[in-house]
Nanobody, 121 residues
Framework: QVQLVESGGGPVQAGGSLTLSCATS????????MRWYRQAPGKQRELVAR???????NYADSVKGRFFISRDNRKNTVILQMNMLKPEDTAVYYC???????????????WGQGTQVIVSS
């Protein structure tokens, strides 16, 4: 069973930067898309950024120009670089991907466990 393992969250002051990483727990046959979502207390989970094969990238309006998503195919890793952070960026951030574990597997959707980002003013 493939897992998505996230890292990089934590506390930061407003205006600062954080880098979130999400990697598969083992080598996989293919990754169709990788996305970052976030969920703030009392709010619905929202899409922050998505990267679809081969190279389509989209961002939520609230993070455009501040957040940047990238992918390292050799390491099956997706990165979310977050700059100029604001208190309203405080949330649990989740990695989400559509993965084919082995050549004989079906495509499956996976979620990471979430990593907390806290931005103080």
């Amino acid at each position: 069973q493939v897992q998505l393992v996230e890292s990089g969250g934590g506390p930061v002051q407003a205006g600062g930067s954080l880098t979130l990483s999400c990697a598969t727990s083992r080598d996989v046959f293919g990754i169709d898309y990788m996305r970052w979502y976030r969920q703030a207390p009392g709010k619905q989970r929202e899409l922050v950024a998505r990267l679809s094969s081969p190279s389509t990238i989209n961002y939520a309006d609230s993070v455009k120009g501040r957040f940047f998503i990238s992918r390292d195919n050799r390491k099956n890793t997706v990165i979310l670089q977050m700059n100029m952070l604001k208190p309203e960026d405080t949330a649990v951030y989740y990695c989400h991907a559509n993965i084919k574990g082995t050549i004989g597997d079906s495509w499956g959707v996976y979620w990471g466990q979430g990593t907390q980002v806290i931005v103080s003013s």
